[in-house]
């Protein structure tokens, strides 16, 4: 059964830090090119970060510099370190394959004040 659990949202100020999680199962993580997304209130999911099994990583131009993409195949987890955190980075953040798609999990809340 594929299983995708995102967790380490939480409410920050402008400029504060955090590092999400995204635990899977089911799925040969190891092998597959992994995303963050983020769905902001009544905006479609972007795409954030990318990266392929071998560790490349690529970002969307509103948080090149300051997210940081990372993954960890003995776990089977990926992760997003935050940093210098925006208003505007306010979104349920999801994880899911970079290219082939699976049941999306329940994402993670991140709410950043300003």
């Known amino acids: 059964q594929v299983q995708l659990v995102e967790s380490g949202g939480g409410l920050v100020q402008a400029g504060g830090s955090l590092r999400l999680s995204c635990a899977t199962s089911g799925i040969i993580f190891s092998t597959k090119a992994m995303g963050w997304y983020r769905q902001a209130p009544g905006k479609q999911r972007e795409l954030v970060a990318g990266i392929t099994s071998g560790g490349s990583t690529d970002y969307a131009d509103s948080v090149k510099g300051r997210f940081t993409i990372s993954r960890d195949n003995a776990k089977n987890t990926m992760y997003l370190q935050m940093n210098n955190l925006k208003p505007e980075d306010t979104a349920v953040y999801y994880c899911?394959?970079?290219?082939?798609?699976?049941?999306w999990g329940q994402g993670t809340q991140v709410a950043v004040s300003s």
């Open positions: 899911n394959g970079r290219y082939g798609k699976v049941p």
